[in-house]
């Protein structure tokens, strides 16, 4: 799969290969959709907080007598039962509400939104941009691409990039994330996505197959050196143990005793 690549000015350039161990994946909406879930989750924390009795301000005096005097037993004016007391199973801010998914799951719905909005022609190339930070000039470029400026637009940088990071930082529904850092929440959500093409180079090594040649490797390294293991007729068979003198073996007659007893 090509795409459109765009220099600085905004003249194109020419087109790019995109790898097909990214770009060419099978695409799982429900892998997808278990991803982002996953991120929205790990990113909440409770903000509802209910206090319980022993957080409520008052005296702990029981009111009035368990006996005698025909009303309903009664504790502190802290009860749950009271107004003003504590609120029972109310909600409380120690919820933990994080997901866990397995890496190659992770793995799998990263390369299942990049090859989506491939197939979506959603992704541009730019070969390069200048270090200077001047928003005017990030913004025209913006208006020059393919893009419809105004709706959510992501940057992908192979490394930080002080000049785009501090132009785009301040322009609204656009958003700058190094290769390192894609994510299916931000994927998912623009409408078009600015690969820098470093940055391809870098998404390949990190989530392509030249991460998984590295990871071969580094089997095939570990496969080469000898594990020195006895073979089976070398192996010596274990002596029984001895009797500790807890657990002594029971004496045997002697021949004495024997024959005294056949007289």
């Known amino acids: 799969m090509n795409i459109d690549v765009y220099t600085a000015t905004g003249s194109k350039k020419g087109t790019l290969s995109l790898p097909s161990s990214l770009f060419d994946a099978v695409i ?12 929205q989750a790990n990113r909440r924390y409770a903000i509802a907080h209910a206090r319980n009795r022993g957080e409520m301000a008052g005296s702990t005096r029981k009111l ?58 959603a992704i541009v190339g730019l070969e390069n941009y200048p270090e200077t930070a001047k928003t005017k000039d990030a913004v025209s470029l913006l208006k020059k691409l393919p893009v419809e400026f105004g709706r959510n637009i992501l940057v992908v940088l192979p490394d930080h990039h002080k000049g785009l990071f501090l132009s785009l930082r301040n322009v609204p529904h656009v958003k700058t994330l190094t290769a390192a850092y894609l994510n299916p929440e931000d994927l998912l959500r623009s409408r078009h996505i600015i690969f820098l093409v470093d940055a391809v180079k870098k998404a390949e090594e990190l989530f392509g197959k030249v991460r998984g040649e590295r990871v071969q490797k580094r089997l095939l390294a570990s496969e080469e050196k000898p594990i020195l293991r006895p073979r089976s007729g070398q192996v010596k068979p274990m002596k029984p143990r001895k009797p500790t003198n807890d657990a002594k073996a029971p004496k045997k007659p002697s021949a004495k005793k024997s024959s005294s007893k056949e007289s």
């Open 64 to 121: 009035y007598g368990q006996k005698h005097t025909g009303r309903a037993r009664r504790g502190p004016i802290r009860s749950p039962l009271l107004r003003g007391g504590g609120k029972a199973f109310g909600p409380r801010n120690t919820q933990n509400f994080s997901k866990d998914m397995p890496k190659s799951m992770r793995r799998a719905a990263l390369l299942s939104c990049l090859s989506l909005q491939a197939k979506n022609k």
């Open 28 to 39: 799982n909406e429900d892998l997808m959709h278990q991803a982002v879930m996953r991120q």
